[in-house]
């Protein structure tokens, strides 16, 4: 398994780039403030989103990892659309997590937010470049004759 390094997209690169940093945020940056004036992680603030942001983050490492080491498009395509699918229902989570919180929302949060909207982005990006697609043009499904 020969990894290279160009056969990364701009998709994969942004979804490899926002799982690091969405790691870096949920275990170093405060998410929520507290009462007494202290701040809560994002891993302890987030008791069961976590595990949804840390399985995405797993997801959107490993699809630029397999887009990096493969040259066949069946698995990174496969990946692609596994990550935009968990993409989009953290950010939703932590949207929701953030709507409907009673601590004051600190820095880590937002940032966080974004990061899960940015593999989501990468996701889509990484799909869309797999074959070329382009919103304006109306292609037609070719089929099988029997």
Known sequence: MEIRLSRLRRGEVLAGGAAVALLVFLFVLGWFGTKAGGRTG??????????LVLVTAAAAL????????????????????????LALVTTLALIVRLA???????????????????????????????????????????????
């Not at 990892?65 to 692609?80: D, E, G, N």
């Not at 989501?120 to 499904?141: A, K, N, Y």
Request: hydrophobic fraction near 50%.
């Open 42 to 51: 994002g891993w302890s603030g987030l008791p069961v989103v976590r595990w």
């Open 62 to 85: 490993l699809l630029a990892v397999v887009q990096a080491s493969r040259r066949a498009p069946a698995l990174p395509v496969t990946m692609s659309v596994i990550v935009s699918a």
């Open 100 to 146: 409907t919180t009673s601590a004051s929302v600190q820095v880590g949060a937002i940032l966080g937010t974004v990061a899960a909207s940015a593999i989501l982005l990468g996701g889509f990006w990484s799909m869309r470049d797999e074959d070329g697609w382009v919103p304006e043009t109306d292609r037609t499904v070719e089929r099988v004759s029997v």
